[in-house]
């Protein structure tokens, strides 16, 4: 989603007179009393909600699938799921326990996701599950590294006791079974039987947390490293690929390629046990189930992205740590929690904790969002060999048949818009084809509650050219907005969607105002520059473009005393101008900046505010000497400042360099200075002696005479 600014209105200049000089300032940003919101594209589109529609990667919104949803009892999540030649099984949580899910044929059953429990197992939750040749599972669960054998007909065993908190991953491979583990990084090796479990992999990451096959080699991912590592001879196995990030969630194959599933945390000390228990809603994986209301927990934050790399048509697997990887597709504010490759050619399903969200990528510009469960998280997808696709959902389990029903009605809801203030809300414009309908809300929240208005329809009517307008009731001065679109037919399409809003015009904030006077020191020869360098500070508080009005006056003068500095054709934008004094009356002066917002909001509706500086002085005169005078070996002279006071004193014999002089009371602090200087290191003879006398401001003068020296 992007705000936008519409409708720039040219700045008028404020009153001004051309007594400085301007630093260079680029032209404004456009920028407009209307603002808008724009959803055009699939991020932006993305943040918001479906029902029955699919958004494409061109940021299309159409008519998709309506998912159909089946519920395993005494579960609050459904965290794994295992696609098997003929049906379905899934891995609950809180209950831990087995599901098998299919699709009812006949009756009243036709259609519909059917969930039967097979086995209830020790432990919190199924983490992992893998068939054995001969059709039993291997389940594993947590906490604690057991594994429990269960039967087709639901029978449950143990299977082996693994010395390890965590159990990730199970894969059978080569006539071996391996297991992923944690929390000390171990890869398990056993007989399809469960007996002499041994450490083939020792990595030096926490967690192994996802396993796959490609051919003869067997991979591994890991946490919270984010490494790929092939299984070998070696106990350190072969590191492929070192992701930017904190956990290799998943993998799957293409033709000729191999896609990775990396999620990075906001926390990176939070572990996967911990992320995991925070999924759940719980404090740990070994207290109790959670109660209430689970909306109310906070997910795991964490950004997501696929990665695909070319392996060649062989599968060449040291490809993978020489070809480049490519970025297919990535989220902010998410992570990926499954892959599911759909053919060998690069379709792929994408399962995310945000919003119950399912992707589908086709390539790496090509990714839709497909389904959009009332669950907060996808957890997992699978497939019943080419038969139905089936997605898991957590807090509130659910297994859902994705793409199973063309929807008989879509809608699209954006995520809650916010206007950063209250505001007015205006047009709704749309493009699209088809019937499309629309409806609004407003409310003063993030999050909408009781306090918000109650959903109200938008008249949309479409003008010539196709483009569809409407204009939102009157609903009143709300900071947040949110729009639903619903598709009326099959052939609907959604392209794009710009609301126009006016926010309520806040002043603008001036915190500062100072001088910058030019340094100098005892060594300049020359008067400093006479131009000062005025210097403020502002906050716009609503983004809008400001431009200011600086003037001085000198100190307690009337308002009709205000002198302005810089000129009426050219509207001060930069936060800083260049004053040249030296047409300055000397005295006490103060400057006034003026901000306004003019130029986004129009003069009728600019607000304004000023701010003054301290009093300063401006002192242009030259110090005097008086009195000066040679006699008695010393050289002795009184210096006069009318401005400020007296800063120092130097004198030079003939061609020598100035070198400073005490004043006659030890210090040079009142506008009248005496100086009484011994000329020594001098020759005997005549000698051309210069004074130099120089006030606060550096304003020099200098004198001189003839001494004759004995």
């Known amino acids: 989603m992007m705000a936008r600014r519409s409708r720039p209105v040219l700045p008028a200049a404020i009153t001004v007179l051309a007594a400085a000089t301007l630093a260079a300032a680029p032209l404004p940003a456009l920028a407009g009393g209307t603002h808008n919101f724009e ?118 065993s143990d299977f082996a006791e693994l010395p390890v908190e965590q159990v990730w991953a199970l894969r059978v491979h080569d006539g071996t079974l391996y297991a992923g583990t944690g929390p000390k ?90 992320a995991l228990a925070q999924n759940l809603a719980r404090s740990s994986l070994s207290g109790p189930p959670p109660s209430g209301d689970l909306e109310q927990q906070r997910p795991v934050k964490a950004d997501a992205a696929v990665f695909h790399v070319d392996l060649g048509k062989g599968r060449d697997l040291e490809r993978a740590s020489e070809a480049p990887w490519e970025e297919w597709f990535s989220r902010d504010g998410q992570y990926f929690t499954s892959l599911l490759a759909l053919d060998d050619v690069g379709t792929v399903l994408v399962a995310s904790s945000a919003d119950g969200k399912v992707y589908r990528m086709r390539g790496p510009r090509d990714a ?78 993030k999050e909408p509650d009781d306090r918000w208005s109650k959903w109200t329809e938008v008249k949309l009517v479409t003008e010539t050219g196709g483009r569809i307008r409407g204009q939102l009731p009157a609903l009143g001065q709300r900071r947040y907005l949110q729009l639903e679109i619903s598709l009326g037919s099959p052939d609907a399409e959604l392209y794009g969607i710009e609301q126009f809003y006016a926010p309520e015009n806040l002043a603008p904030l001036l915190t500062e105002v100072e001088l910058s006077r030019p340094d ?60 040249d004094l030296s047409t300055v009356p000397d005295g006490v002066y103060e400057v006034e900046v003026v901000a306004s917002d003019e130029p986004s909001n129009g003069a009728d509706k600019a607000r304004t505010d000023e701010l003054r500086s301290a009093p300063f ?53 009142e506008p009248d200075e005496v100086i009484s200087h011994v000329l020594d290191r001098v020759k005997p003879g005549t000698h051309r002696v210069v004074v130099r006398a120089r006030d606060a401001f550096g304003n020099i003068e200098t004198a001189a005479i003839v001494a004759k020296v004995d």
């Open 39 to 156: 959803l055009s594209d699939h991020a932006e589109l993305d943040a918001g909600e479906t029902e029955g529609a699919a958004i494409e990667a061109s940021g299309k919104v159409t008519v998709g699938f309506t998912p159909t949803r089946g519920a395993p009892q005494d579960a609050s999540t459904a965290f794994t799921c295992l696609g098997r030649k003929d049906d379905v099984l899934v891995g609950t949580a809180d209950e831990a326990a087995v599901h098998r899910v299919s699709v009812g044929s006949r009756g009243k059953d036709k259609d519909k996701v059917l969930v039967e429990r097979v086995a209830k197992l020790d432990g919190v939750v199924v983490t992992a599950m893998v068939e054995l040749p001969g059709g039993d599972l291997v389940v594993a669960t947590l906490p604690g590294g057991k594994l429990q054998r269960v039967t087709a007909k639901g029978k449950v």
């Open 617 to 669: 002085v401006v002192d242009r005169q030259r110090p005097r000497i008086e009195d000066l005078r040679y006699g008695g070996g010393k050289l002795t002279a009184t210096v006069r400042d009318a401005g400020t006071y007296v800063h120092d004193v130097s004198v030079k014999v003939d061609d020598g360099p100035f070198r400073t002089v005490a004043a006659a009371d030890g210090m040079y602090d």
């Open 520 to 579: 100098f020191n005892e060594e300049d020869d020359d008067e400093p520059s006479s131009k000062v360098t005025i210097r403020w500070k502002v906050d716009a508080r609503d983004d809008d473009d400001l431009e200011f009005g600086v003037r001085a006056r000198p100190e307690g003068t009337g308002e009709t005393q205000w002198i302005p500095l810089h000129d009426r054709d050219a509207p001060v934008t930069k936060r800083e101008l260049s004053w």
């Open 185 to 274: 990084g171990e890869l398990f090796a056993m007989s399809l039987a469960g007996k002499d479990p041994k450490v083939v992999l020792d990595d030096s990451d926490k967690h192994i947390m996802s396993l796959l096959s490609v051919g003869d080699a067997l991979l591994v991912g890991t946490a919270p490293g984010a490494r790929l590592l092939k299984v070998g001879d070696d106990p350190e196995g072969l590191l492929l690929k070192d992701f930017d990030g904190d956990e290799l969630r998943d993998m799957v194959t293409t033709r000729d390629g191999l896609l990775v599933a990396v999620n990075t945390f906001d926390d990176r000390n939070l572990g996967s046990a911990d």
């Open 368 to 445: 839709a969002t497909v389904a959009d469960f009332e669950e907060r998280q996808a957890t997992a997808l699978c497939r019943a060999a080419k038969g139905p696709i089936f997605a898991t959902a957590g807090q509130g389990a659910a297994a859902y048949h994705l793409l199973s029903t063309p929807a008989k009605k879509a809608r699209y809801r954006t995520k809650v818009l916010d206007a950063k203030q209250p505001s007015e809300f205006g047009a709704l414009a749309l493009r699209g084809k088809g019937p499309l309908s629309a409806r609004v809300r407003v409310g003063p929240s």
